[in-house]
């Protein structure tokens, strides 16, 4: 069955603490995206991958880092220089830039 | 920078009714257009996506069609029902398509 996991569905961290939101994908897409949403806002892109070993900032990257060694996984660390992390992370994928993306069920984080 | 607008906010019609999403984008250079569907505190779905050579593409009762020059989209869902009450987002990618911007949405509510 192919898609998208994200894990946890529900994070919760103490302020000052850095936290890993997981995403993994099995449809062998090259491109990978993490995003942040955010009530009554659009999507925002954090960070995006178009290959292995390989990524770029989005239009929000502060505060956030990620990491690209395997096709399948682009986790996203939300570091405590992140100064409003509680938010809804949503990782998606496509075949390549600028192809239909699929998204994962998302990481709703709570940091207090 | 790529802006991205959607009117109504909010819509609310009874089960059975055509209706039409409007999406706009500042930008006309861009590599594709993609309408989702999301339903609350679940990912986004992938509809449509219409490549920027595209006047138009349809699934079933959802038809997309896109002018570029004007920078503006629009969803129309045939025959509503009320498993369609959800929030529907559109998202441009620029014109190398490496990055997405998204709209803020249109909450439809289908009445039965």
């Known amino acids: 069955d192919g898609g998208i996991t994200q894990s946890p569905k529900y994070l919760f961290r103490k302020e000052g603490q850095n936290v890993t939101l997981s995403c993994e994908q099995n449809l062998n897409h090259d491109a990978m995206y993490w995003y942040r949403q955010d009530p009554g806002q659009g999507l925002r892109l954090i960070y995006y991958s178009q290959i292995v070993n390989d990524f770029q900032k989005g239009d929000i990257a502060e505060g956030y880092s990620v990491s690209r060694e395997k096709k399948e996984s682009f986790p996203l660390t939300v570091t405590s220089a992140q100064k409003n992390p509680t938010a809804f992370y949503l990782c998606a994928s496509s075949i390549e830039r600028g192809y239909e993306q699929y998204f994962g069920p998302g990481t709703r984080l709570t940091v207090t | 920078k790529q802006e991205v607008t959607q009117i109504p906010a909010a819509l609310s019609v009874p089960e059975g009714e055509n209706l039409v999403l409007n999406c706009s984008f500042t930008?006309?250079?861009?590599?594709?257009l993609q309408w989702f569907r999301q339903d609350p505190g679940k990912g986004l779905t992938s509809l449509l996506l219409i490549q920027s050579s595209q006047r138009e593409q349809t699934s079933g009762r959802l038809n997309a069609s896109l002018d570029k020059s004007s920078g503006r989209s629009t969803l129309y869902i045939a025959a509503s029902q009320p498993g369609d009450s959800a929030t529907y987002l559109c998202?441009?990618?620029?014109?190398?398509?490496?990055?997405?911007?998204f709209g803020t949405g249109t909450s439809l509510t289908v009445i039965p």
């Open positions: 998202a441009v990618a620029s014109n190398t398509g490496n990055q997405f911007y």
């Open positions: 930008d006309s250079a861009i590599y594709n």
